[in-house]
């Protein structure tokens, strides 16, 4: 079992930042990936960005956020973070983190909503 625990949402303006965490415990020594996805209202749900633990933390990016969003992750801590630049309207969604298996398994965090307004 893998507990994700996401934070850091909220409501921001059109250009400003933003940065999500998700801590993860129990059985993260079975994580060979971990992402962000989100959600937005009457549509489907999306890869926003995936960081590789197990190959040398190597990223991939949704084309609608490169150049404005990066994955990272404090193995430390074992949280991996978004940090959400330039942010649009069309960023508004629920950002869901979830842990990747080897065996091909999913864990998915609660979400966190993140509204761009003015």
């Known amino acids: 079992q893998v507990q994700l625990v996401e934070s850091g949402g909220g409501l921001v303006q059109p250009g400003g930042s933003l940065r999500l965490s998700c801590a993860a415990s129990g059985s993260i020594f079975r994580i060979y990936a971990m992402g962000w996805y989100r959600q937005a209202p009457g549509k489907q749900r999306e890869l926003v960005a995936r960081?590789?633990?197990?190959?040398?933390?190597?990223?991939n990016y949704a084309d609608s956020v490169k150049g404005r969003f990066a994955i990272s992750r404090d193995n430390a801590k074992n949280t991996v973070y978004l940090q959400m630049n330039s942010l649009k309207p069309e960023d508004t969604a629920v950002y869901y983190c979830?842990?990747?298996?080897?065996?091909?398994?999913?864990?998915w965090g609660q979400g966190t909503q993140v509204t761009v307004s003015s």
């Open positions: 960081i590789f633990v197990s190959s040398g933390d190597s990223t």
């Open positions: 979830s842990a990747h298996l080897a065996n091909g398994g999913n864990y």
